[in-house]
């Protein structure tokens, strides 16, 4: 980063800062602004930021971070992607945010959004702010610093496998969707069962009426056999039957008829009550010889209207009803059917889909196992570098059997969109000691200085040329302190490194120190930084060990910057 300027941004009124190559300090008392000035840096790398920002009377804050570009890096690779053209190898990432909430991201000096800004200032910053051993702390973090270590192959893996988690889980809805398998077997017995019923029944709509009917006829066979029996004797069979006394009128009648017409018609109304009566006694004789009483006929039908009245108070209030219930449920049934088979098409896409994640996964733990190996042996040295010797740092995968999850290696675990492995970081600061998860084991300097190897390693791993440190010696004291002061110093020969501090002995190993002080005007509070010459170096770090109250703290001051001054032959990180 070679400049950072702020404007309007609280109690920066307006600060501009050209930072220089290899260790850049900033120090100050506390609350003199120094995690505003980070907050600022973050604003130009696409931070979320609001309208609470904007110091009081002012319109708009703004601010602009301008980076060096290497040719060919992958910052230039995103904003070719972008459609911006570094400018003379650099390029300017500037933010407003105005009062009324509004605000514009700019990259070369193009309107571009905010997660535009983050993508770009991706590729420029690492920052490792106080939020970090929290972080740490916590499975989530731990798997996110083992996966970015792993590098852009890993991260590849892991996004196959978040993919692949997307289409199984979604293949897994879609299938739950479908409904359980044991209810759609139970409803599809239930229905079967129904509709078997109801077709060994076979009821006909018509039998409504017919049976009723049939059915009083067989209770009262023998009266209606004798009652036809005695019609038939009145109108044929009797000696005064009917038939025979209409037969001799009728006879009369015609004869009378042929001697006068006026008779015609009497005659013809003999006639045809004569020939009703014929015909009621043939239908009679027929009904006569049809008719008898059967008690297993009548039984049959008794058993068959039962049968149907059970139908009618289970599935319906008519055996209209009940033929149309059996319609409907056979359609369920093949419904049911179309659904076990979507249901089966579906279980197959999931075990499909189960069995691609699973082999994604199985890569992945591969990968993150090297990875991890790789990582315990770089932090032990790292770790020796900063003055500890004894610590171990390990790293422990793990997975979790679950019998809904997918076969990873030889196993059914749970596989989440990060992939199968459970990672937890484990530590022990001194010989003998078992190794206990790291939120646990490690104190607050020992983890501050576990983070200062652990971003030392990633610095060295990307292509971020500037790695920025807030209070990364938070409860780290004595030689722990100068170990860490050592370790910045040489991170700075490889790359740039921006460090808020407390320590003196770390604002005394810097290439180049900052001073951030407040100072009030006309009732208002503005924060400055200063950079500070070599002249005034000591003065500073006197401060920062006991408040610079007397000529022996000036002393240790000299004699710490001397101490720890660099070669000036040595190269150092070209500003960017």
């Not at 770390?506 to 002249?535: C, N, W, Y």
Request: proline content about 3%; glycine content about 10%.
């Amino acid at each position: 980063m070679r400049t950072l300027e702020v404007e309007n941004l609280a109690v920066l009124a307006g600060v501009s800062i050209a930072f220089g190559a290899g260790l850049n300090v900033l120090s100050g008392e506390t609350g003199a602004g120094k995690s505003l000035l980070l907050d600022a840096m973050q604003l130009a790398l696409g931070a979320r930021g609001g309208a609470d920002l904007v110091r009081p009377g002012c319109q708009a804050a703004r601010v602009a971070a301008l980076f060096d570009v290497a040719p060919g890096s992958a910052v230039e690779r995103e904003l070719q992607a972008l459609g911006v053209e570094p400018g003379d190898g650099s390029v300017l990432l500037a933010r407003e945010v105005g009062a009324d909430g509004r605000g514009t991201c700019r990259v070369n000096g193009r309107l571009c959004t905010q997660a535009n800004l983050r993508q770009v200032g991706a590729h420029l910053v690492t920052l490792v702010g106080q939020g970090a051993q929290h972080r740490f702390a916590t499975p989530s973090g731990q798997l996110a610093f083992l996966d970015a270590y792993g590098g852009a192959e890993l991260l590849l893996e892991r996004a196959r496998v978040e993919r692949a988690h997307a289409i199984w889980a979604e293949e897994t809805r879609a299938a739950a969707a479908q409904g359980g398998a044991e209810e759609r077997r139970a409803l599809r017995e239930s229905l079967a069962e129904q509709v078997a019923e109801i077709e060994r029944i076979a009821p006909r709509p018509e039998e409504e009426e017919d049976l009723p009917r049939r059915r009083e006829v067989l209770a009262h066979a023998e009266r209606l056999v004798e009652g036809a029996e005695r019609a038939l004797h009145l109108l044929r069979e009797g000696d005064d039957a009917v038939g025979d006394r209409l037969a001799g009128v009728r006879r009369e009648l015609q004869a009378l008829a042929r001697l006068d017409s006026a008779l015609d018609e009497p005659a013809g109304l003999v006639e045809q009550a004569w020939i009703a009566v014929d015909e009621a006694c043939h239908a009679l004789g027929r009904y006569r010889q049809r008719t008898r009483f059967d008690p297993d006929e009548l039984r049959a039908l008794e058993e068959r209207w039962g049968a149907l009245q059970r139908l009618k108070r289970r599935y319906g209030e008519s055996l209209a009803d009940i033929v149309q219930r059996a319609v409907d449920m056979r359609a369920r049934l093949r419904a049911l059917e179309e659904t076990e088979e979507r249901a089966a098409r579906a279980a197959e896409r999931v075990e499909q889909a189960g069995s691609a994640l699973g082999q994604a996964a199985a890569v992945l733990c591969q990968m993150r196992a090297q990875t991890a190996e790789r990582l315990e042996g770089e932090v032990g040295e790292e770790l020796a570098s900063l003055g500890m010797v004894a610590a171990r740092f390990g790293v422990t995968l793990a997975r979790q059997d679950d019998p809904g999850g997918v076969v990873v290696g030889d196993r059914r675990v749970a596989c989440g969109p990060t992939g199968a492995d459970r990672v937890e970081f484990t530590w022990a600061a001194n010989p003998g000691l078992p190794e206990a998860p790291l939120g646990r084991a490690a104190s607050g300097g020992e983890l501050s200085r576990l983070l200062l190897a652990l971003h030392a390693l990633r610095a060295s791993e990307v292509d971020v040329a500037t790695v920025v440190f807030d209070e990364i010696d938070a409860g780290v004291g004595g030689l722990a302190a100068r170990a860490v002061a050592e370790r910045l110093q040489s991170l700075g020969s490889e790359r740039q490194v921006l460090c808020v501090t407390h320590q003196a002995v770390i604002a005394a190993a810097a290439d180049h120190h900052f001073a951030i002080q407040k100072e009030e005007s006309v009732g208002m509070v503005s924060t400055v930084v200063r950079p500070l010459p070599a002249a005034e170096r000591a003065a500073e770090v006197a401060r920062m060990l006991d408040g610079g109250r007397g000529r022996a703290s000036h002393a240790h001051a000299t004699d710490m910057l001397r101490g720890l001054a660099r070669a000036t032959e040595r190269p150092k990180s070209a500003a960017r």
